[in-house]
């Protein structure tokens, strides 16, 4: 770990009791941060690749591409029952890989939480798993497709392997909150580590882990549509990929867009719904 | 009576299993997901990856350009976030409940932070396509409509949860409508902002590869290109690279946020 010490130097941080507002390390850092994003973004825009693009043309044509797809959509190549179809079926794939990378997290997790697992343990198991992170989902499922063959198969593989990640991370950090006096107090009346995971640890981690848990879930249902387009799995990413790179066919994108938004939107206010009530019940 | 909290116990856990069980079988039928060669190709994937996805000396001579790629992704995700950000800002103070003018304003930026969370990012890198090509305005228009709709509602939800007291206590003074926000709100929640700033940047670093492979730009293109062509060794350094750029972001933004939170 770097450790970030250069931003708030000695003599920024020391009180300077004649202003009404010292400029403490936090706002240095803030102010620092902030002017090193500006900076970057104006050099970025500046230098940013146009490939002699005619600017107000390209809106024009987008805002008119998107006129087609959101005004008149319509399709050629499929019923709106098969539409809605294959939209089960990217519902069933995020589902998959939200199960099996929840399972195998919840093992991870308590092996990574620091007070549950002993510290080289749980040091092994957090570099690995931001190292799974760091790797773009996407590349995980094409990796996994050399071997399995593009498909639904590698998807589920590769976006597992995300969400592994993903959640055990999660996963670890709401068993941190645990307090260690709890878990003394168990173990002092002789419990032994699995009593102490399944009769302390998980109860009360329970809504936590839930509420991350379908937050994956959300996050699964629009990687499953992009590797439906980029990935050739089934689902209604793979008609996105289609109506518009192979048919060109701007009506059926607006419908497929349609249908994603629909559930999209939908899970959304079910997560928001499953937060309150179970903040309510924590 | 305390056997009866245990057997209801018991019988919500029987069918809470139940539901998964059903609900796994069903998903497993329809999306055709084949469970044992699921199983076995993750071993070969492993045994393929070991001898053949590493980068060799010969692909060592292609950095340069991966780096070159790279610096461009990362200067795109970093415009992305926060030209998103200014406008997801406007947004969110129009919007968040202590702030905003009339419910309307609520409602409005709501459904546009909706909206724009929703769309989907390869909808949006296959529309940008067809009228700004393969140049990278393309990677960083699309990457900024995503980011429009996160920021939009991380923002507002930030608003929503510090600005409350600062407002009642500034309002209470007698200050108008802008003092109370430029010198309480925006305060009081800058660090939560900033924090959700550099995940952003994170993230789009990382969905910056799918757009590139999509619209045929940036890091994620030259991925796509060796990969296409089986030159996996060039492949998996262009892999590394990504990992070493996020985790470097990822440390930076961890220590910034150990110091601002």
């Given amino acids: ?282 | 009576m305390q056997a009866d909290v245990f057997i209801r116990r018991r019988n919500n856990a029987v069918v809470f299993f139940a539901i998964l069980v059903v609900l796994t079988a069903g998903s497993i039928v329809i999306t055709q997901y084949d469970l044992q060669k699921g199983f076995t190709s993750f071993i070969k994937a492993f045994i393929w990856g070991a001898s053949n996805f590493y980068p060799d000396a010969g692909s060592l001579r292609k950095l340069p350009d991966i780096l070159v790629k790279l610096w461009e992704t990362v200067l795109m995700s970093i415009a992305a976030t926060t030209v998103a950000a200014i406008f997801s800002m406007f947004l969110a103070v129009f919007g968040s409940r202590t702030t905003r003018i009339h419910v309307s304003f609520t409602v409005i930026a709501r459904g546009i932070g909706s909206f724009f969370r929703n769309m989907p990012l390869v909808a949006w890198a296959m529309i940008l396509m067809l009228a700004f090509s393969q140049s990278s305005l393309t990677g960083f228009l699309a990457l900024f409509l995503g980011s429009l709709g996160f920021l939009t509602r991380a923002f507002m939800e930030t608003i929503d949860e510090v600005g409350e007291n600062a407002v009642e206590a500034l309002t209470s003074t007698g200050a108008a409508y802008f003092p109370v926000i430029f010198q309480a709100v925006l305060p009081a929640s800058m660090p939560q902002i900033v924090s959700w700033l550099l995940f952003m940047v994170e993230t789009n670093i990382r969905d910056a590869t799918l757009v590139g492979l999509l619209t045929g730009t940036g890091i994620g293109f030259l991925f796509d290109v060796y990969y296409k062509s089986f030159d996996y060794h060039v492949a998996s350094l262009v892999v590394i690279v990504i990992v070493i750029a996020v985790l470097i972001v990822e440390t930076v933004s961890n220590g910034v946020r150990r110091v601002i939170l």
Avoid: C
């Avoid at chain 1, 936090?26 to 002699?52: C, D, H, M, P, S």
């Avoid at chain 1, 080289?120 to 992170?133: D, Q, Y």
């Fill in chain 1, 1 to 282: 770990m770097i450790e970030i010490k250069g931003i708030g130097t000695e003599q920024f941080s020391s009180p300077n009791l004649n202003t009404a507002k010292p400029l403490d390390r936090a706002a240095l850092a803030i102010r620092l941060t902030l002017l090193v994003l500006a900076v970057t973004t104006i050099y970025a825009l500046l230098t940013i690749n146009a490939n002699g693009i005619d600017m107000p043309k390209a809106i024009l044509d987008t805002l008119s591409t998107l006129r087609t797809i959101f005004f008149q959509p319509y399709s050629y190549h499929f019923t709106v029952w098969q539409g809605f179809w294959e939209i089960v079926i990217t519902l069933g794939l995020a589902f998959l890989t939200t199960l099996f990378g929840g399972v195998i997290a919840l093992f991870l997790g308590l092996m990574a939480a620091q007070n549950l697992a002993p510290k080289w343990l749980t040091n092994v198991i957090k570099s690995v798993v931001a190292f799974i992170r760091a790797v773009p989902s996407i590349l995980w499922v094409l990796i996994f497709a050399v071997a399995a063959g593009l498909g639904s198969t590698a998807a589920v593989i590769g976006l597992t392997f995300h969400s592994v990640a993903y959640l055990t991370k999660a996963y670890s950090e709401s068993f941190e909150d645990l307090d260690r006096s709890v878990i003394e107090a168990l173990m002092a009346t002789g419990a032994n580590w699995w009593q102490v995971v399944f009769q302390a640890v998980i109860p009360s981690s329970a809504t936590y882990l839930l509420s991350w848990t379908f937050l994956r879930f959300e996050i699964n249902f629009s990687n499953a549509v992009a590797m439906g387009a980029a990935a050739g799995a089934a689902g209604i990413g793979f008609d996105l990929f289609m109506a518009s790179e192979f048919y060109f066919n701007l009506h059926e994108v607006g419908l497929v867009t349609y249908f994603i938004l629909a559930f999209a939107i939908i899970l959304e206010v079910l997560a928001t719904n499953m937060k309150s009530r179970l903040m309510k019940q924590a």
